[in-house]
C-alpha cells in the first residue's frame, strides 16, 4: 500500500482519499489537542466554601439546557428543536450509511449493521432542507442578523457542503463533471470540514456539554440558580 | 492472405455464414451504440473493407492481453474477423521468427507507411532504463518512435500501454511509460484492461473499419461505446447495494446469496468498462459475477490505488503514529498557549498591584 504516498497523474480521487485526509486528519488532531487543553489548563482554583452542590448542580444544568427555556420558549422553539433534527440526520447519515460506516470501521477495526441507500437519501434531503431554513431564518430575523460573525456563516456552510456533495455525488447528479470527481469533492468537503473544526464554531462538538455542565457546577458552587 | 483482400472475402473463404456476419455487425452496432439502422451501414462496410495492415508490437508486458485475445475455446466470429485484418507482425502469433519476423515488419511498414494501425501492449522503459526492454537488439523506446511514425493511428491495447499499468506502478523501477506519453503526433485509442475484453478490442477494429477514423473518445482516451460506463451503474448486483445488503467475507452467506461487494473493496464505483454488459468468455460471466470485486483494471495506477480489499469510502487517513505526534504537537501548543496566558495574567495583577 502507498499511504498517502503522491505519483505521477495522480486524480482528485487519489489525492482526496490518500494525502488531502491525512494532512486533514493532523491539522484537525493539532487543533482539538491544543484548544480543549489550553481550556483545561485555564481553569482555575476556586478558594472560597462552596454554597452547594457543584456536580448536582452541573449535571441539572446539562439537562435544563438542553430543551429550550420557558421564557423565551415562544421565540427558540422552533430554532430549537430543528437544531435537534439536523443533528440526529446527520448522526444517521453518518454512522448508518454504509461507505460511512466502512470508513469508520476501517479506523475502529468492527462493523455494524447499515440502513438502506433510500433511507440514508431520505435523512440528507430533510437535513440538508433544515440546514437551508435555519440558514434563511439566520439571514431574515434582525437579532440572529446582528449577532451572526463571518465565523457562524463559514461554520455553517462547511457543515452543509459535505451533505451536499454526498447527495449529489450518490445521486449522480454531477453538472457534467465525472462522478469521480463529485465523489472526490465530497471527501474534499470533509477534509475542509475536519480542518476547520477546531478553530470556529464546529468546535461546540466537543465542549458544548462540558461548558454546560461548567456553567452549572460555577453557579451552583455560588449558590445561584443557573 | 494478401492485404488487398476485402474483409468479407475473407469471411466467406473462413465459412462465416451471411446470418453469422450479420449478427456479428448487429452486435458490434449495438456495442458501439448506433441505431439499429446502421446495421446494415456497418456490414457493408466491414465488408468491403480493404484488410488494413495492423503490426503489433509487444513492449514489457506479460502477453496477458494477446491471450486475451486468443484463448477462446472456439473460433468465433471474432476472431476471424481479427483473421481478416493483415496482421503483419506479431511475434507472439506469427510464424515467422528472428530475422525473418524482423524483415516482415520491415516490409509492412515501407508497404503501407502512413496507412498502417500499430498496435501496442505493454509499457515502454524510458531515460536510463530504455534498454531494460529490448527486441532483437532495438530497444521498445526506438521501436515505437520508428513504427509510430508510419502509423496511421495507434491502439494501445490493455493497460500498461494505455497507462503504464504494473510496470508503472510507484516507485516504477524502470521509469515505464504509456504510449500517449511517448507519442503525441498520432491519434491514439487506448483499449485498458488487465487484460481488455476480448470483444472490446475487435469492436475497436471493427469501427477502425467500418469508419475509417478513430471512434469517440473519453477523457482517458478510451473509446467511449466501451467505456463509457460505470461499473456499478451496470452492475446486476446493484439492488443489493441499495438495499443494503453485503458479502462480509467471500464465503459468507451474503457472498452465497450473491449480494454486493463493495464491503469487500469492490472499485466497481469508479471503474468505466464492459464487463458488466458483454462479459467475459463469450459472455459467460465476469469477476463481479464470479465473486470477487472488480479491481479497476481499466483505471490508470489502479495498482497504486491501495489494497483490492480494502473499501472503497476507507480514506488513507494516516496512522496511529501520525496522529500521536499530531496530538503531542497540539497538547505542545496547548501548553504555550497557556504559559502565555498565565505570563500576561501574571503581569496584569503587579500591574494592578503597582
Known sequence: MNEGLYWEGMSLLDFARGPAFRWAVIIFVIGIVWRLGALLLSSRKDLSSPKGSTTGGGVKTLLTRSAPPHELEKNIVFQHYTGYAWHIGMFVILLFGTPHMLFFADILGFTWPTLPTPFITFFTVVTMGILLTLLVRRMMNPVLRKISTMDDYFSWLVAFLPFLTGFLAFAHITFGIRYETMLALHILSVCLLLVWFPFGKLMHALVIWPSRYKVGAAFARKGVQA | ?354
Open chain 2, 1 to 354: 492472405m494478401a492485404a488487398s483482400k476485402t474483409v468479407g472475402d475473407a469471411l466467406r473463404s473462413n465459412g462465416v455464414s451471411r446470418r453469422g456476419f450479420m449478427k456479428f455487425c448487429a452486435a458490434t452496432a449495438s456495442m458501439m451504440a448506433l441505431p439499429p439502422s446502421m446495421v446494415s451501414a456497418v456490414a457493408a462496410a466491414i465488408e468491403k473493407a480493404r484488410r488494413p495492415s495492423v503490426i503489433w508490437l509487444p513492449f514489457q508486458e506479460c502477453t496477458g492481453c494477446t491471450e486475451s485475445l486468443t484463448r477462446s475455446h472456439a473460433p468465433t466470429v471474432e476472431s476471424l474477423i481479427f483473421d481478416s485484418i493483415s496482421l503483419d507482425y506479431h511475434h507472439t502469433l506469427q510464424a515467422a521468427a528472428g530475422q525473418r519476423a524482423e524483415d516482415a515488419m520491415e516490409a509492412a511498414m515501407e508497404e503501407n507507411y502512413g496507412s498502417y494501425l500499430l498496435l501496442v501492449d505493454g509499457s515502454v522503459p524510458t531515460g536510463d532504463y530504455e534498454a531494460y526492454s529490448c527486441t532483437n537488439g532495438h530497444t521498445h523506446l526506438s521501436m515505437l518512435q520508428k513504427a509510430a511514425a508510419g502509423a496511421a493511428a495507434i491502439v494501445s491495447v490493455g493497460t500498461c500501454a494505455a497507462y503504464g499499468g504494473i510496470p508503472k506502478a510507484n516507485p516504477n523501477p524502470t521509469q515505464a511509460a504509456a504510449i500517449q506519453d511517448l507519442v503525441k503526433d498520432k491519434p491514439i485509442i487506448n483499449v485498458p484492461g488487465c487484460p481488455p475484453i476480448p470483444t472490446v478490442i475487435t469492436g475497436v477494429l471493427a469501427h477502425y473499419l467500418t469508419f475509417g477514423t478513430i471512434p469517440e473518445l473519453d477523457a482517458y482516451g478510451r473509446p467511449m461505446a466501451f467505456f463509457g460506463q460505470n461499473i456499478h451503474d451496470r452492475c446486476y448486483r446493484r439492488p443489493f447495494y441499495e438495499r443494503g445488503l453485503f458479502a462480509e467475507t467471500f464465503d459468507d452467506e451474503g457472498a452465497k446469496k450473491g449480494y454486493c461487494l463493495y464491503k469487500l473493496g469492490c472499485k466497481g464505483p469508479i471503474t468505466y468498462n464492459a464487463c458488466a454488459t458483454l462479459k467475459w468468455n463469450e459472455g459467460t460471466s465476469w469477476p463481479v459475477q464470479s465473486g470477487h470485486g472488480c479491481l479497476g483494471c481499466s483505471e490508470p495506477d489502479f495498482w497504486d490505488k491501495g489494497s483490492f480489499y480494502r473499501p472503497l469510502s476507507a480514506a488513507y487517513w494516516g496512522d496511529a503514529k501520525t496522529v500521536g505526534i499530531s496530538a503531542a504537537a497540539g497538547a505542545a501548543a496547548a501548553l504555550a498557549a497557556s504559559a502565555l496566558a498565565r505570563g500576561k495574567q501574571k503581569k496584569a495583577q503587579q500591574e494592578e498591584k503597582a
